[in-house]
């Protein structure tokens, strides 16, 4: 039988995008790599180093919104679910500030970690660091020169939030980490897909008939914006 007049396979398009979304995220991460060592080369002296530093903030950025993304085709397909495991708080806390360190320093924002002495919980450690990396580059852009990073145990859970010293949260985006889906803004370039990644993977961690959630209020440092995730 002569095949060559048969119809072409039909691609499922979401499944080519997840899979070029993976292999450009591997490369970007090769590049990022490139890029700290260069910058740890270069003197902060250097006219070309606030650039590098610039760079290094746009490449993190990309590479979490295509981490997001996969995350949200994975949780499409039902092959999204979180690794739970021991996590020791302070630590884990600790590792977040010092991967944005040099583009807070750079940007002269003093950042510290506040944490409850001993705290040790179970929760996915790379969906929840997915969440706190978007929300510290998202404060870096309006801190206007402190963040802090808190780690507490409340109302039965851990409570992780990222305060800031900013003009604070628009009122729909306090609306929007309470329920329903957030606004797309093409103006300001905002498609709301971290807010809704962060309030899916807080939902996927569950204890007995408790689920996380999110909460966005504009109760951090000198009325800045605090974005907080209730662990159970």
């Known amino acids: 039988m002569d095949k060559s007049n048969s119809a072409p396979e039909v691609l499922d398009f979401a499944t080519v995008l997840a899979s070029s979304l993976h292999d450009m995220k591997n490369s970007l991460c090769i590049f990022l790599g490139m890029l700290d060592e260069v910058v740890e080369e270069t003197s902060d002296e250097d006219p070309r180093y606030g650039r590098m530093v610039k760079l290094r903030y746009e490449g993190q950025r990309i590479g979490n919104d295509m981490m997001q993304l996969l995350g949200i085709y994975r949780s499409s397909q039902a092959r999204f679910s979180p690794n739970i495991a021991e996590v020791d708080v302070t630590e884990f806390l600790m590792e977040q500030m010092q991967v944005h360190q040099l583009m807070l320093e750079h940007k002269q924002i003093a950042a510290e970690v506040v944490c409850d002495s001993g705290l040790v919980w179970f929760f996915d450690r790379e969906m929840v660091a997915g969440i706190l990396t978007n929300v510290i580059n998202n404060a870096y852009k309006y801190a206007r020169g402190r963040l802090r990073i808190i780690g507490q145990e409340r109302d039965g ?76």
């Open 157 to 232: 859970g851990l409570v992780l939030s990222i305060a800031d010293d900013g003009p604070g949260y628009p009122p729909h985006m306090l609306a929007d980490g309470r329920e329903g889906l957030p606004p797309v803004d093409f103006q300001n370039g905002s498609t709301g897909l971290g807010l809704y990644f962060a309030r899916l993977v807080a939902g996927l961690h569950k204890n007995r008939d408790k689920a996380g959630h999110i909460a966005i209020t504009n109760d951090g440092i000198d009325s800045g914006g605090c974005f907080s995730v209730w662990l159970p």
